[in-house]
């Protein structure tokens, strides 16, 4: 059974960084794609990094390109994101997300999420 677990989430002012982690349990595929996404109140699910394990190559929106990192640490099991330049417009819950087949990591298409970690950003 897979299972994803976010962890890293908090308040922090506009400028700061956090780094979110994602512990990944029951989920070895090193192929397919793993990713961040974030829902805002009243907004539509969203990506924000998205990694291809079989080549390392890294998808970012214009809004988050050159401000966040995603990576995999492949002995910890663990995806992480590293948030730098963190603006207020950045506040959202936060999930990580994985799919082992190619043909599921368009969209939020990706089967198997994780249940959140809230990030705060205050001006």
């Known amino acids: 059974q897979v299972q994803l677990k976010e962890s890293g989430g908090g308040s922090v002012q506009a400028g700061g960084s956090l780094r979110l982690s994602c512990a990944t349990s029951?989920?070895?595929?090193?192929?397919?794609?793993m990713g961040w996404f974030r829902q805002a109140p009243e907004k539509e699910r969203e990506r924000v990094a998205l990694?291809?394990?079989?080549?390392?190559?890294?998808v970012y929106p214009a809004s988050v390109k050159g401000r966040f990192t995603i990576s995999r640490d492949n002995a910890k099991n663990t995806l992480s994101l590293q948030m730098d330049s963190l603006k207020p417009e950045d506040t959202a819950m936060y999930y990580c997300?994985?799919?082992?087949?190619?043909?599921?990591?368009?969209?939020?298409?990706?089967?198997?999420w994780g249940q959140g970690t809230q990030v705060t950003v205050s001006s």
């Open positions: 997300a994985a799919d082992g087949a190619l043909a599921y990591c368009t969209g939020t298409g990706l089967r198997y």
């Open positions: 029951g989920y070895t595929s090193r192929g397919g794609c």
């Open positions: 990694l291809f394990p079989s080549t390392g190559s890294t």
